[in-house]
Nanobody, 125 residues
Framework: QVQLVESGGGLVQAGVSLRLSCAAS????????MGWFRQAPGKEREFVAG????????VYADSVKGRFTISRDNAKNTVYLQMNSLKPEDTAVYYC??????????????????WGQGTQVTVSS
């Protein structure tokens, strides 16, 4: 079982950076693949980035590739999403999710069993 709490969201102007954090509790965090998803108003929740439990592999959505970076610190039970060059279309509620270990990074919402409550990111033009 993994419990997740996101933080770091806010209202920012286009072009700036923001870093989201996801604090996890539970014994299995260090063995869990982790993902960041987002949901904009009126849209489906979508995959943003994922990281292997070892931290040695990452996957990104095309829309954020080159701008966002996912990382993790297993000693701190925390996963991060560094977001640079933010655009108004990045506005959404951002969710942290935990998957199982020993499998490839997955990108579908329904595949992740554990979710945080989300943090709002609003990017103004």
């Amino acid at each position: 079982q993994v419990q997740l709490v996101e933080s770091g969201g806010g209202l920012v102007q286009a072009g700036v950076s923001l870093r989201l954090s996801c604090a996890a509790s539970g014994r299995t965090f260090s063995r869990s693949n982790m993902g960041w998803f987002r949901q904009a108003p009126g849209k489906e929740r979508e995959f943003v980035a994922g990281i292997l439990w070892t931290g040695t592999s990452t996957v990104y959505a095309d829309s954020v590739k080159g701008r966002f970076t996912i990382s993790r610190d297993n000693a701190k039970n925390t996963v991060y999403l560094q977001m640079n060059s933010l655009k108004p279309e990045d506005t959404a509620v951002y969710y942290c999710a935990a998957d199982r270990a020993n499998i490839p990074i997955r990108t579908m919402t329904y595949e992740y069993p554990y979710w945080g409550q989300g943090t709002q990111v609003t990017v103004s033009s």
